[in-house]
């Protein structure tokens, strides 16, 4: 039986010392029957996004040397991870993975979306490989599955969806495999369609979401995601300063933070862990020795900790119906639809008589369209380059530092939360 899943993300595997401290935490764990879901390495995703555009560019004609930096990259981690003996032969490993990606970087005339998929997720099967080959030789017996084989999704290039069916019967199948004290080693964010032939990714920082797909359809006990950071914090240390560990959280108050855009958990990682109460562990690679955050269903009995949450780059877009009716259900409807129909996701939302606003991440393109839409029926104004800011559990009659100088376009609160849009 596979009892916990780990997840290790870019950063925790960003160098060669990355990963030896990977193994000295796996090695700890591993007759704990682990399945371990791990990312590109560092950047690598970011590297490879830029790559394929170059060659995309180029209508494919660039040669290997273009994709030189990722290679140097990772070569250089492989110099300083293993015994000189092994070096050539895990070499031999991940060359052909290179190749196979150069191949693909040059085709011409796909689709954007499928090219990403086809080529991008390589950053995720090169360093899985570099992984399994040093845990097998540190003496962690491991075995390598490749994500394509079980992890099904549809044709929904960049953004796939599950198809949970297929992916629980495939997955099952590692169940009677499965040799206690032989970790398993696979890759987030890729999978691929049904007939295996067409990899896809299921979004960008996926592999959370990989980590819980595994969990759910192997009944796991647990997931860990290893983080640079103590746990889950109450805001994001990069913007703010006494920021406080989240010692334990509800799956709801997680997918709640998710939501307002807390990055430190990918959204769609919380309902399958939920829904079969799989508790979750935000945990320090740096410091594993510290207590992790915890998240399951148990009630929280403590006073709620604040939470501060900033969203860049939000639009605010204010609608009014040009024949000054009130802005009633049909108009709502109208506008929703238009919405709906351009996938813009509302971050929050704020209705008067005469106007709503609403306030999503902006993006050029679809404003125009909505605003192309409703134009002749509605007056249509909006402001780009603003902030969301949120706070969850905001103590009454508390101004944060953060709204103080800043020109606050829309304020609304409800019991537990807070949001202001900031210009
Ligand atoms: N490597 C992918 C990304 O950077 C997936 C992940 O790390 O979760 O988005
Ligand atoms: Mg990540």
Redesign the pocket.
């Known amino acids: 039986m596979i009892r916990k899943v780990y997840?290790f993300?870019?950063a925790s595997v960003k160098d060669a010392a990355a990963v030896r401290n990977l193994k000295s935490i796996v090695e700890q764990h591993k007759n704990d029957d682990i399945l371990l879901v791990v990312?590109?390495m560092g950047?690598?995703?970011?590297k490879l996004e830029a790559v394929l555009a170059e060659f995309r560019k180029h209508n494919g004609q660039l040669g290997f040397d273009a994709l030189s930096d990722v290679v140097c990259y990772h070569e250089d981690i492989i110099v300083n991870l293993f015994d000189k003996a092994n070096i050539d032969q895990v070499i031999d490993k991940v060359s052909p993975l290179f190749l196979e990606l150069y191949d693909k970087l040059r085709e011409t005339d796909l689709d954007y979306d499928y090219h990403y998929d086809q080529t991008?997720?390589y950053?995720?099967l090169i360093?899985t490989t570099i992984i399994a080959a040093f845990l097998n030789e540190s003496g962690v017996p491991t075995r390598w599955l490749d994500a394509r084989k079980y992890v099904m999704t549809d044709i929904n290039f960049r953004s796939a969806n599950l198809d949970w069916d297929e992916t629980r019967v495939r997955i099952q199948r590692l169940l009677p495999e499965h040799i206690n004290g032989i970790v398993c080693l696979t890759q987030?964010?890729i999978g691929s369609t049904a007939d295996e032939k067409h990899s896809t990714?299921?979004?960008?920082?996926?592999?959370?979401?990989?980590a819980a797909i595994f969990a759910n359809c192997l009944d796991a006990e647990e997931v860990t995601i290893w983080k640079d950071v103590d746990g889950l914090l109450n805001a994001d240390p990069k913007r703010f300063s006494d920021t406080v560990k989240i010692p334990h959280i509800t799956y709801s108050e997680a997918i709640e933070l998710a939501f307002y855009g807390a990055t430190v958990i990918?959204p769609k990682t919380i309902k399958p862990l939920q829904n079969k109460g799989i508790r979750l562990k935000v945990q320090s690679f740096i410091h594993p020795e510290h207590e992790p955050t915890l998240i399951d269903s148990a009630k929280i009995k403590q006073q709620q900790i604040p939470s501060y949450i900033v969203k860049d780059n939000q639009t605010l877009l204010s609608v009014s119906p040009r024949d000054y009716s009130f802005m009633d259900e049909r108009h709502l409807q109208t506008v929703f639809g238009a919405c709906n129909e351009l996938k813009i996701h509302a971050n929050m939302i704020q209705t008067s008589a005469l106007t709503l606003s609403i306030c999503f991440d902006s993006d050029e393109a679809k404003i125009r369209q909505l605003v192309g839409r409703l134009k002749k029926a509605f007056k249509v104004l909006y402001n780009t380059n603003l902030q969301l800011f949120t706070i969850r559990h905001y103590q009454e009659g508390f101004e944060s530092e953060y709204v103080k100088g800043k020109h606050i376009l829309v304020k609304q609160s409800s019991r537990s939360t807070m949001q202001f849009v900031l210009g």
């Open positions: 997840k993300g870019g990312s590109a950047k690598t995703t970011n991008v997720g950053g995720e360093s987030g964010f990714t299921l979004g960008r920082e996926g592999s959370d979401f990989t990918h």
